[in-house]
């Protein structure tokens, strides 16, 4: 018998988001029904709502959550009802080209719950990435859920399953920062701080932030960065070469998603340095470089996918961290919200009025 929960569905594109009814299916082989503590409001939550992701509306919002398994079905060996989890949207397969190669953070055939969450009539939902966490239940898979240690605050560990991850991975797993490097990380929002943080994790000691809001600098601060541009004022190339010796950081990490800032990041690298997207574009975005210049600058282009993480491996460490002091993962959550103050939080987000809203249950 499925059961019966409020969860933030968006119908269709650019309508506000509503709480309703959804219907949860009992876990079937391989699945996990998860009751959910807590979890953030994303930006990716909100290309969801606008477009920007897909047309497979109606959606089911929220994916950076914590909770504790309720009940598994068949066959689910790895977790069991009462641990304490967060929610991840990479669970690997361990049979396509990239796990049979060792490289299983780049799994092409990751696994979610095979049956459908729906709304009170039966209509199917698409669940946001795989998770669909604005809701007091929902259904994966059993890999999406992996086990941390409960002493961590469940409304930061939510944080871990997405931008937390996505930016401090993006840093340090696809962009591999280490010792001495110069970093600038452009878009000081939940992921970019997360870049900024990950950067100091791993010795980087030119940490340069770059946003268009003087507040979100000021907090960049805070997660590590030596050094704050405000492109509205400052050209942001010539700004990070100016704190660099005149050559462009090591890596640089551009969290925002638009190809003009792309460009800049491109153009604001060392010789033979990094770029990494971990922005999300939209589809009608296109980018233009010089090919002469990708050619001859040399280095890496890459793009990070969820910080190119392992669940298993990363989520475990970042909480042990955070538990030991070193991460201070808790300045990310601005506020707490409830299940009915979704389409506010984006509003705040688009305003620039927070880092992470988010909605505890
Ligand atoms: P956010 O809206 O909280 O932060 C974006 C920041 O960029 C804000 O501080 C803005 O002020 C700043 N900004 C906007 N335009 C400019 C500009 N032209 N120059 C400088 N700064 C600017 O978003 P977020 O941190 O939650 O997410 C950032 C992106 O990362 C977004 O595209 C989201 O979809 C993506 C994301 N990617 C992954 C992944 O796996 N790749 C995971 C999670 C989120
Ligand atoms: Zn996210």
């Known amino acids: ?14 309508e506000p988001v509503q709480v309703t009814e959804v219907l949860v299916p009992e876990p079937g082989p391989g699945e996990a029904l998860v009751r959910i503590q807590a979890c953030g409001v994303c930006h990716t939550d909100l290309h969801y709502k606008m477009g920007g992701i897909g047309d497979d509306y109606p959606y089911l919002l929220g994916h950076e959550a914590a909770g504790i398994v309720e009940a598994v079905g068949d066959n689910v060996t790895d977790v069991a009802p009462g641990d304490f ?8 397969c361990g049979q396509c080209r990239a796990c049979k190669r060792g490289r299983p953070w780049y799994c092409f055939n990751t696994h ?9 009539d039966g209509t199917p939902l698409s669940p946001a990435l795989g998770i669909g966490a604005f809701a007091e239940k929902t ?11 409960p002493a961590i605050a469940p409304e930061t560990a939510g944080l871990i399953g997405c931008g937390v991850m996505a930016g401090l991975g993006a840093a340090i797993n696809t962009g591999g920062v280490t010792r001495g490097d110069s970093v600038a990380v452009i878009g000081c929002g939940g992921v970019g701080d997360a870049a900024l943080l990950g950067a ?3 010795g980087a000691t030119t940490i340069i932030a770059v946003d268009i809001d003087d507040k979100k600098l000021e907090w960049a601060r805070e997660f590590g960065a030596t050094h704050t ?5 400052t050209d942001m190339v010539e700004g990070i070469r100016e704190l660099t010796g005149g050559f462009g950081a090591d890596v640089v990490v551009e969290a925002i998603g638009r190809p003009e800032t792309y460009k800049q990041a491109f153009f604001a ?18 980018l233009e470089l010089p090919l002469l210049e990708v050619f001859g600058r040399g280095g890496a ?10 669940p298993s491996r990363d989520f475990p460490m970042l909480v042990d961290l955070h538990l030991d002091g070193r991460l201070p993962l808790e300045k990310f959550v601005s506020e707490t919200i409830g299940i009915g103050d979704v389409e506010a939080a984006f509003t705040k987000m688009e305003h620039g009025e927070v880092l992470r809203s988010v909605v505890v249950f």
């Open 229 to 233: 541009i405000n492109s509205r004022t």
């Open 200 to 202: 100091r994790l791993a």
């Open 112 to 120: 979610n719950a095979k049956q459908k969450m729906t709304l009170a």
């Open 269 to 286: 690298r060392d010789l033979a340095g990094v770029v990494v997207l971990v922005g999300v574009p939209t589809p009608d975005m296109q």
């Open 1 to 14: 018998m499925a059961i019966s929960v409020q969860g933030v569905v968006s119908r269709g594109k650019g």
């Open 85 to 92: 989890v967060i929610l991840n949207w990479r669970a690997v």
């Open 139 to 149: 259904l994966v898979a059993s890999g999406q859920c992996t086990k941390v240690n």
């Open 301 to 310: 282009l890459k793009s990070s996918w969820y910080g190119d993480c392992l």
